[in-house]
């Protein structure tokens, strides 16, 4: 009898991923295909990011994709001069929330911006785009928009 | 309505690197806090004990540290809420013999932090955060911190030398504790210097801006109002307790400049004392970072939203200012072994209160506050103590 294989394309989420089972495993394959999704229910409307597979709300789990489009704005951003384990190689980097409304994503910021501290400042209008990590990986990161 | 009283505190010295194992480190607190009470273990009819447990190889420690204090067969409960931990095992402390369930509880709070490389403490901490979600991105504790201080300085036009005043004013304490894991003056011009104090970890905050992790173990006993007017001549009372909790995802949170469960757990603390801010006169604040203590001291009603800045710079958070708070040093000298911070401020406190605090007493407090946090404001709890 063949084995079902286990779904852990979570595993595929940023630089270094620390679980790959999850029922919100689509948003990989939307991020391959440069989408950032996040969920909504069915029910209340209630719209999530990060994603989830449950409303705690309406106490269902039917919730539907939308993608995250449009600007949002900067609520803060730190430059990381010191990494974790495994996070090493991709210093100097920053990350940042991001205010959409109705809701928040939390992410970095491109490495196209060469001096975030000096670049950046709250309150600025800023874009979300798909891409991928240096060592190959899928992640999603903020631009000036 | 009965009181629950606090009938006896414990530290170990704070350290870099113990050599000794969590029951040996466990010891130190437990026998000082037991000297203190002047009480024999078969009082003792419960044991709570706090700490975070990706720090150890040991699994369900509260077992072993029980059987090696001599206090079986009393129950033992193991209470994890990160950097809070022991001030949450407080509160449960609190709920058993208030419950009537018990009626002299142990709280143990532990933290041997030095097994692991400063890196490896970093990712375990981050773990502590949305590992779906956001550890992926590589984010460890200062970061964290670091958007919070961002946002202060945009919002308020806080700057980085407000900062540094507060550790320069932990420096001022930490020098005369004797048992903190940082004994240095702390100066402006250590700030100066790029490769020390000055070094950038996750801008804005620098190096001087972080506690460093520490070994240690902290112990306090509570008892009930009856058992504490018998066994001790200056019993301390909880006379309040907040705890709250907030969305861990940094996307899910309302704002920056503040941490809503310091609020939130305040407000709780505060109408269960049937006090106000102004009624505190001294303060232990959870101060893992420069930019957490100038949160907690805004959070706490000690200043308005925006004006702990103008406070620090008054030194109205000095010893003889208008609110003293960490005037042991805090945890960014006192150091913070996670399991052990909460229980350790609640000592100082209660040293405090009993005019025991020696070289870092406040002048005759009646009424003191302890504000201790976990993970990125995702545990906050708030206790407030007297001496009536
Ligand atoms: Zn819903």
Redo the contacts with the bound molecule.
């Keep these: 009898m063949a084995k079902k294989e286990i779904d852990r394309r979570f595993n595929k989420f940023g630089t270094v991923s620390f679980m790959g089972v999850s029922k919100t495993n689509d948003f990989i394959d939307y991020l391959e295909q440069g989408k950032v999704m996040g969920t909504r229910?069915?029910?209340?409307?209630?719209a999530f990011f990060p994603p989830r597979s449950d409303?705690?709300?309406?106490l269902?789990s039917e919730m539907e994709w939308f993608e995250v489009t449009g600007t949002g704005t900067l609520l803060t951003f730190s430059t990381l001069r010191y990494a974790p384990v495994g996070f090493e190689g991709d210093l100097p980097y920053t990350i940042a929330v991001v205010d959409y409304g109705d809701y928040k994503v939390f992410g970095r910021i491109d490495k196209a911006i060469a001096s975030p501290d000096e670049e950046l400042k709250v309150g600025m209008s800023m874009k979300v785009v798909a891409g991928k990590t240096a060592n190959g990986q899928d992640i999603y990161f903020f631009q000036k928009a | 309505m009965s009181k629950v009283g606090i009938i006896g505190v414990g530290q170990s010295t704070f350290v870099r690197s113990y050599p000794g194992s969590i029951r040996e480190l466990a010891f130190e607190a437990y026998s000082d806090a037991m000297r203190d009470a002047q009480i024999t273990n078969d009082l003792v009819d419960a044991t709570v004990i706090c700490s975070s447990p990706e720090y150890d190889k040991q699994r369900s420690p509260a077992g072993v540290v029980a059987e090696y204090l001599g206090l079986n067969p009393q129950p033992t409960f193991y209470v994890e809420t990160l950097c809070s931990s022991s001030s949450t095992g407080l509160k449960l402390a609190y709920s058993l013999v208030k419950s009537g369930l018990h009626s002299c509880v142990m709280v143990l709070g532990f933290q041997i932090m030095s097994q692991l490389t400063s890196a490896e403490s970093q990712e375990r901490m981050g773990r502590g955060a949305d590992i779906q979600w956001e550890s992926p991105f590589g984010t460890m504790m200062p970061a964290y911190y670091a958007l919070h201080a961002q946002a202060h300085m945009a919002k308020y036009g806080t700057t980085s030398e407000d900062l540094a005043l507060i550790r320069i004013k932990s420096g001022t304490y930490g020098q005369l504790n004797e048992r903190a894991v940082f004994r240095k003056e702390v100066t402006p011009e250590m700030f100066a210097d790029k490769d020390g104090f000055g070094g950038p970890v996750s801008s804005p905050l620098r190096v001087g801006d972080c506690c460093a992790n520490a070994d240690g173990s902290s112990c306090i006993i509570v008892a009930s109002e009856e058992k504490a007017k018998a066994l001790c001549k200056k019993p301390v009372w909880i006379l309040g307790i907040g705890s709250a909790s907030a969305p861990v995802n940094m996307a899910g949170r309302d704002q920056f400049s503040g941490l809503l469960v310091g609020i939130e757990a305040g407000k709780q603390a505060y109408k269960m004392a049937g006090i106000t801010s102004k009624h505190i006169d001294v303060a232990e604040v959870h101060d893992c970072f420069t930019i957490a203590e100038m949160m907690a001291i805004e959070n706490l009603g000690f200043a308005e939203p925006g004006g702990g800045p103008e406070l620090v710079r008054a030194k109205e958070t000095y010893k003889e200012g208008k609110i003293p708070v960490n005037v042991d040093g805090g945890l960014l000298s006192k150091g913070h072994p996670i399991g052990a911070t909460g229980c350790s401020q609640v000592r100082t406190i209660v040293l405090q209160l009993r005019g025991e605090a020696g070289a870092i007493q406040v002048k005759d407090p009646t009424i003191g506050l302890v504000h201790n946090i976990g993970g990125v404001g995702l545990y906050g709890n708030v206790t407030i103590l007297g001496r009536e």
């Design positions: 229910c069915k029910a209340c409307g209630k409303c705690f709300h309406s269902t």
